[in-house]
């Protein structure tokens, strides 16, 4: 498989598995708590809109006022005296995220009535009840427990004053808070506070947008209250607002058509407060649950404490804390003490301390949502499906086509522009850009993924290479190469070996006679004959060259075990080639074998871009000798006396002393017959013979030496050494050695 491909392939999985977590809600869930939460952390605070401000019902005010530090507790007739100041003030929309759900004095909540319908703007918090009632079986329905939402408005004269009624229905700890409704829709689509708020907020714009809704739709238009004067002075705001959502509902391009309108209109008519008139439309065109853009932690928003604005009637304009007019302002719990937090709840901005963010702040941060057009904003799924899948496609094939250290600094930096990028559209227009599943999940996928991916390769390559490199190196060099394959230069020692020297009689002219297809098979299927003894005897075929081969026995020191199956090998070899040579017409390949034994070095030999494993040192050179010798004695197998010294079980005899060719020292040169329990009495009484021929041709009695000799060779015609002995006893007759001769034969040639 090529490489591209495999990129291609673990790209697909990477993307595929980023896809399978974003549908899962632990993948969502994931984005929320971490992305969400890490994308506010980077952009850090910013301005919220200047026309919001939050009254804050604090400590300080409950002190300065001296009231109880329950705010349940207060008198009615300080928020009336709170809302004159305010609607004085020419606050635009005055929002309680209070509940008043129990009756006081009838004067104090008469006196607080008074103030609410007199300012005209009033909005007042209900609360969402769950209530679950028990559902008798009917029928084939099973029995069961059925949840109410019930809505709770506050006390009647209060209600009947106020110019809308709403709910602000959030979580409590430990949930974090990301998200609010617009629309309650288990509770009959009711609007929420923030949404109540900010129609009541752009009533000025009413007119208008009626007017965009009645070009577009005039049926749908007419369903609504005329005026903005209409809706006030039937306490209808919330009845309006759910038709204008029925109606957005009813026709999901309508909130288009209308802005694409004012944006035509704008040159020409230049409609007022074109922003608020947008945002109005925007608004309707939510969806029923919106996420949070919050704008710090908990004091952000413009906040003023409860009775400071009550101080301020008696304090001059210019001195006034803030400057309400036109302003949307909420009044609530909110403080900036741990300790005293009442309504607080946890958002992506809570401090380690753990001061929250309060209720009425976040009623105060949907509105402001509103008003600028610019929540928090998911990715659409298709595009975020596409992005996900897209980026794990990419970092996959990165990491799998390029090497792990480029791939992983290149991944890395793709990843911080990706971060800049989505921290960038976070903080300009609000896009919430997914950052834990690229980057927390599929990035580390990815990189483990290739890093698998390129193990399992690189292990099946390296059986591969451990498995060619078994048909010419021991295991145990294998081995060695595969943990440090630098150090093949330095990587030698001296040992005490064992070699196994043979040599193919008429290779050459077989080579001649045949096509090398040919030669190639027949040298396969021999070389197996050959190798096959050598392996079952726990040697090592070091070389081979044409049709010679160089077998190994290895240890630290001479040792007469390993000495045993070397001789035993050789023997094996005789045996397999004589069965390979045994069909009739068959081609045929006598072999010669040598063997010797004694300090080699055992390495990598070579230099620059070449290295061969192999044996180097006299004891290699004189077994190829000794195996030479065979080709004068006319014998199959010879060993070097070091070889065979103190071995039982085999039947051997020694040649003689003999000084090979390129040679200084003599050595004792014994024929390898065969095992004891397979000789025969003629081989026995033949080598009797050949000992005692021997002993006369060390006294240079070259007459009964021929005579020994010749018997030899009547007890085991197929004898060849008493041949070349007969031929030297014939040669020293006719020119006797030196009279110091010691009895080493001297070999010229090979």
Known sequence: ??????????????????????????????????????????????????????????????????????????????????????????????????????????????????????????????????????????????????????????????????????????????????????????????????????QVFALETYDEFRGLLEKEDPSQAAKLPRSKEEIVSRRSVEKTVQEIREIFESDPHLAEKMLKEVDRRVPSHNPPNVPLLKALIKMYQSANSEYLNFYGPSGTISTVSYHQVLGSEKVAQSKKPFDFRGKAVFIGLSEYSQSRQKDGFYTAFSQPSGLDIAGVEIAATAFSNLLAGQPVRPLDPTVHFILVFLWGMAIGMIFLLFPTGIAAGTVIGLSLLYLLFARGQFNASGAWYPIVLPLGAQFPLAFFGALLWRYIDSNRERQNIRKAFGYYLPNAVVDQLSRNIAGIGISQQVVYGICLSTDAEHYTTLSEGMDPEALGTFMNRYYETVFKPIRNRA????????????????????????????????????????????????????????????????????????????????????????????????????????????????????????????????????????????????????????????????????????????????????????????????????NPPEPLWDGVIVMDNK
């Open 1 to 198: 498989m090529s490489r591209l491909r495999k990129a291609i392939i673990i790209g697909l999985c990477v993307g595929i598995v980023g896809l399978c977590l974003s549908r899962l809600p632990f993948g969502l869930d994931l984005e929320e708590d971490i992305g969400l939460h890490l994308l506010f952390k980077l952009r850090g605070v910013r301005e919220p809109p200047s026309e919001v401000i939050i009254v804050a019902v604090d400590k300080a005010s409950s002190d300065y006022l001296r009231l109880a530090n329950d705010p349940r507790k207060w008198s009615r007739s300080v928020h009336a005296r709170l809302t004159d100041a305010l609607a004085n003030e020419g606050a635009a929309v005055i929002a309680f995220d209070i509940f008043f759900d129990e009756t006081k004095s009838a004067e104090e909540d008469a006196s607080f009535a008074k103030a609410i319908l007199k300012a005209g703007n009033v909005v007042l918090s209900e609360y969402i009840e769950m209530e679950k009632v028990s559902w008798p079986a009917k029928g084939r329905a099973a029995p069961g427990d059925l949840t109410i939402l019930k809505v709770i408005p506050p006390v009647p004269p209060l209600a009947q004053s106020a110019v809308a009624l709403a709910p602000l229905p959030l979580p409590k700890v430990p949930v974090k808070v990301s998200q609010y409704w617009t629309f309650k829709t288990a509770a009959g689509n009711t609007p929420t506070l923030p949404v109540v708020a900010f």
């Open 539 to 734: 040697g090592v075929v070091a070389n081979v060259l044409a049709d010679s081969v160089l077998a190994l026995w290895v240890a630290s020191h001479s040792e007469t075990p390993l000495r045993k199956e070397a001789c035993l090998a050789a023997l094996d070899i005789a045996g397999a080639l004589r069965e390979f040579d045994q069909p009739p017409g068959s081609l045929r390949l006598p072999t010669r074998i040598g063997l010797h034994c004694g300090p080699i070095l055992l390495g990598h030999m070579g230099a620059m871009d070449h290295y061969e494993y192999r044996p180097v040192g006299d004891i290699v050179n004189t077994a190829s000798r000794i195996e030479g010798l065979n080709k004068y004695l006319g014998t199959q197998i010879l060993a070097s006396e070091e070889v065979i010294r103190h071995l039982d079980g085999f039947l051997t005899r020694e040649i003689g002393t003999f000084l090979l060719a390129g040679k200084s020292k003599p050595l004792v040169i014994h024929g390898l017959l065969c095992r004891q329990e397979d000789a025969t009495e003629g081989q026995r009484e033949a080598c009797r013979h050949f000992d005692e021929a021997r002993t006369a041709f060390r006294k240079q009695s070259w007459d009964e030496a021929i005579e020994e000799f010749s018997r030899s060779m009547e007890c085991f015609p197929q004898e060849g050494p008493p041949t070349f002995y007969i031929k030297l006893c014939e040669g020293f007759k006719r």
